[in-house]
């Protein structure tokens, strides 16, 4: 099996910033797309940013400028580096990642377990 376990939440002031980690682990052969997704209280969960294998990236509207996703393939890790904080940033952020385990033909999806993000003064 595959686990995904993000780390790097927190409490911080608009205007402040934050980064997010997600380390995968367990039977990976290969990561595909990699991305952070949110939820708000009493909101459907949305996309944030996702990156390939390959390094192309894709951002919401809403954090396009402030926030910077990456990838270390080698340690199969993605990271969120959210600038310029807002408090409609508030959300449990989630890693998703497709991954295509060792002997399976496809990859399919996994999700972390989630990692609260509250900004306020």
């Known amino acids: 099996q595959v686990q995904l376990v993000e780390s790097g939440g927190g409490l911080v002031q608009p205007g402040g910033s934050l980064r997010l980690s997600c380390a995968a682990s367990g039977s990976i052969d290969r990561i595909n797309v990699m991305g952070w997704y949110r939820q708000a209280p009493g909101k459907q969960r949305e996309l944030v940013a996702t990156v390939t294998s390959g390094g192309n990236t894709n951002y919401a509207d809403s954090v396009k400028g402030r926030f910077t996703i990456s990838r270390d393939n080698a340690k199969n890790t993605v990271f969120l580096q959210m600038n310029s904080l807002k408090p409609e940033d508030t959300a449990v952020y989630y890693c998703?990642?497709?991954?295509?385990?060792?002997?399976?033909?496809?990859?399919?999806?996994?999700w972390g377990q989630g990692t609260q993000v509250t900004v306020s003064s």
């Open positions: 998703n990642g497709n991954v295509r385990s060792v002997g399976y033909l496809y990859g399919r999806d996994y």
